[in-house]
C-alpha cells in the first residue's frame, strides 16, 4: 500500500516526502526466508534529489549468519534530480549474501541532454574496509565517448580513500587518476588530463555555462 515516507525519514533524522507503494510476499522462517514484490515511488525528495518515479522489483532470500540476503532488485527510475538531471536510470542488482558481502552492479541511464551512459562492476565491504571494483564504465560526452581503459579500484578506509588503475579514454585523448586522499592530513594523488575539452567538463554540470579549450 502507498505509504508517505516523510514520517518514516524523520525517525533517522532525515527531511524528506513522496510515497511507496509496497507489495509483495514472503514464505519460510526467519532461519530461511524468501521474499519477492514490487515498489512504486512516486514524488520521492530527499535532501538534493529528488525521484519523479520509480518501479523496483524484488526477489531476494534471506538466510540465518548471513549478514546480506541473496537475490536480485531491478530498478527503473525516470526524471531524476541529483545534481546533475538525468531522464532515467536503471539499474540491476544482484546480492551474493556470502560471508564475504558483495554486490554485483550494472546501472544504465540516460541524461537530460540524452546522452547514454554505463557503469558496472562489484561493492564488497566489511565494518573496516568497503571497496568498489569497476569493471566497465563509458560516459557519453559532446565529443564522443568516454570509456573505461581497464578495472578500477576505489577503497575506503575509514576516513581515507585510495583509487587504482582509473585511466578512461576518447579517442586520442584521455584522462587518469591514482593515489590516496582523505578529508584531513597528507594527500598523495596523481591527475593526468591530456586534451581534455572544457565542453566535456562543464556538460556534467547543473548550469551549463559555455567554455571551449582543453586541459
Known amino acids: 500500500r502507498a505509504t508517505d515516507v516523510g514520517p518514516w525519514l524523520s525517525l533517522v533524522n532525515q527531511k524528506g516526502s513522496g510515497s511507496v507503494d509496497l507489495a509483495g510476499q514472503a514464505q519460510g522462517n526467519l532461519a530461511d526466508l524468501q521474499t519477492q514484490g514490487t515498489a512504486r515511488l512516486s514524488g520521492l525528495r530527499l535532501e538534493s534529489v ?23 532488485v531491478t530498478t527503473h527510475l525516470s526524471d531524476i534530480d541529483a545534481g546533475v538531471a538525468f531522464q532515467r536510470i536503471d539499474a540491476t542488482t ?7 558481502d558483495s554486490v554485483q552492479f550494472d546501472i544504465g541511464a540516460q541524461d537530460s541532454q540524452q546522452r547514454k551512459h554505463t557503469v558496472n562492476g562489484t561493492l564488497s565491504y566489511s565494518p573496516e574496509v568497503m571497496v568498489v571494483r569497476l569493471n566497465g564504465a563509458a560516459l557519453a560526452s559532446p565529443d564522443g565517448s568516454w ?40 594527500q ?28
Not at 583509487?163 to 592530513?185: C, H, P, T, V, W
Not at 586534451?195 to 586541459?215: C, I, N, Y
Open 50 to 72: 529528488s525521484v519523479k518515479n520509480g518501479d523496483v522489483k524484488f526477489a531476494v532470500r534471506k538466510v540465518k549468519d548471513q549478514s546480506l540476503p541473496q537475490g536480485i
Open 94 to 100: 544482484k546480492l551474493s549474501g556470502q560471508k564475504s
Open 188 to 215: 598523495d594523488v596523481t591527475f593526468n588530463v591530456d586534451r581534455l575539452p572544457l565542453e566535456t567538463v562543464m556538460a556534467f554540470f547543473p548550469q551549463q555555462a559555455k567554455a571551449s579549450g582543453l586541459l
Open 147 to 186: 570509456k573505461l581503459l581497464q578495472p578500477a579500484t576505489v577503497t575506503k578506509r575509514g576516513d581515507a580513500f585510495s583509487i587504482e588503475q582509473f585511466s578512461m579514454k576518447n579517442g586520442d585523448r584521455e584522462l587518469s587518476l591514482n593515489g590516496r586522499f582523505a578529508f584531513a592530513g597528507k
